[in-house]
């Protein structure tokens, strides 16, 4: 299952993290979705340096280019053969309407970052970087609708209230056949998704076999600009409250500080924290959303550096549902900061987790903003639970493990869930 959006703004954040150490900001995030199954942008950590041409948003290729004479290059490095294949290529390539050299330096720089063979290191042009920024923030233009394939056929899973899609009559269930002139049998998620979002006030029209229906129909969707919530409450069997987090983005501390409130004014007896498919996000809203089960003080996620250096991240008070028995439901999505919190729920709490073993994203990246405004994401550092695991490409282990297969969700069968409710039912003696 995939999501067509992400969501949406934060408020106030209500605590600041530790004193930033050297020239680092506060902002600090660990991973984020691509679309389908998984796929993640690279955990981070905002710096505060950021030149005067990327104030403007604009730079010459001169300007670029002048910054490889720049006196903080190191003078054992020669970059003849650098410019000897520029030259070549501007003197000999036999397609001139190709040679952009702006785009020939964005991917000089993005193979000098491959080079490192780190996945989550990566170099960002200024429409990635445009991208990046409206997916942590969830809001984004698009029609507001959840799709997935089901039977391999590419199908609405929900369209969200007051969306577009809504609107336009489309349903939980319906085929989407074709988008726009394109059969959907040939694409992708990823394909779809980029097909179906687009500016805010353009049309797409969809190709839609509705529930119980044997004729396809036309619906033409004007876009919006879309705000998904990143954290959702339900309840289960009356007094089991269900936080549902897909990512830890900016709005994700208030939602977590409102839903633990809905719980607690109207009940709760037991919470099954989701944080399966979530791919990551600020660190600084899994230490919040932490928080709110674990004893201040108490450590959160500690980070070691190149140097060996340690920094630790404690909860910081407010645990309203520190008494309120709490299972997390995991799977091969969940990482990075939603690893980061299931880690500590687990060690500090000795809280079940139900599902499968985790993704195993345990770096941390900061997010240099360059000139032009593009940005350069680095690995810094490495992260550990509070018992001291690192998980980088292991994982975290369930403490019991429920698969789900891919008949189980064709047919709308939830065999981890309902585990999760067996578990916390057997803690209040329900």
Excluded: C
Excluded at 47 to 68: F, M, P, Q, R, Y
Excluded at 200 to 220: C, F, R, W, Y
């Amino acid at each position: 299952m995939d999501i067509e959006n992400i969501e949406n703004v934060n408020q106030n954040t209500p605590h600041m993290p530790p004193k930033p150490k050297k020239n680092r900001n506060y902002f600090k995030f660990f991973g984020l979705v691509v679309v389908v199954s998984i796929s993640f942008f690279a955990g981070t950590l905002y710096n505060k340096h950021v030149s005067a041409d990327s104030a403007s948003g604009t730079a010459s290729i001169e300007d670029i280019l002048a910054k490889t004479h720049d006196k903080s290059q190191p003078e054992n490095v020669d970059f003849t053969l650098f410019w000897e294949a520029w030259n070549l290529l501007n003197e000999k390539y036999v397609d001139t309407s190709k040679l952009d050299q702006q785009k020939m330096i964005y991917g000089a720089i993005s193979g000098m970052v491959k080079s490192l063979g780190d996945p989550f290191s990566s170099f960002m042009d200024p429409e990635e970087s445009q991208q990046f920024s409206q997916d942590l923030e969830g809001t984004f233009d698009g029609i507001g609708v959840e799709i997935g394939m089901k039977n391999d056929v590419l199908t609405v899973i929900s369209p969200l209230e007051g969306s577009p899609a809504e609107k336009a009559g489309l349903q939980a269930g319906d085929k989407i056949l074709k988008i726009g002139d394109k059969l959907t049998t040939d694409l992708s998620i990823d394909d779809a998704v980029s097909l179906i979002r687009g500016p805010k006030g353009t049309e797409i029209a969809l190709m839609v076999l509705h529930e119980k229906s044997n004729d396809p129909v036309e619906v033409k969707i004007v876009r919006d600009q879309i705000n998904v919530k990143s954290v959702t409450l339900e309840w289960k069997d009356g007094k089991i409250a269900v936080v549902k987090i897909s990512k830890f983005g900016d709005d994700t501390i208030s939602g977590m500080n409102q839903a633990a409130s809905q719980a607690v004014s109207q009940g709760a007896k037991g919470v099954i924290l989701d944080l399966r498919n979530n791919p990551g996000g600020y660190l600084e809203a899994a230490v919040e959303v932490s928080s709110k089960f674990i004893p201040e003080g108490e450590v959160v996620v500690s980070e070691e550096e190149r140097g060996g250096e340690k920094q630790e991240y404690k909860a910081r008070g407010g645990d309203i549902l520190g008494n309120i028995p709490v299972v997390v439901l995991v799977n091969g999505g969940s990482a990075s900061a939603s690893e980061i919190t299931a880690g500590a729920l687990r060690d500090d709490l000795g809280a079940q987790l139900i599902g499968t073993k985790t993704f195993g994203k345990g770096s941390v990246q900061e997010l240099e903003k360059m000139t032009g405004g593009s940005n350069l994401r680095v690995t810094i550092a490495r992260w550990m639970t509070p018992n001291g695991d690192y998980i980088m490409e292991k994982g975290i282990d369930p403490t019991i493990e429920v698969d789900l297969t891919a008949d189980d969700y064709n047919n709308n069968k939830d065999p981890q869930m309902d585990k999760a409710l067996q578990e916390i039912k057997a803690k209040i003696g329900q």
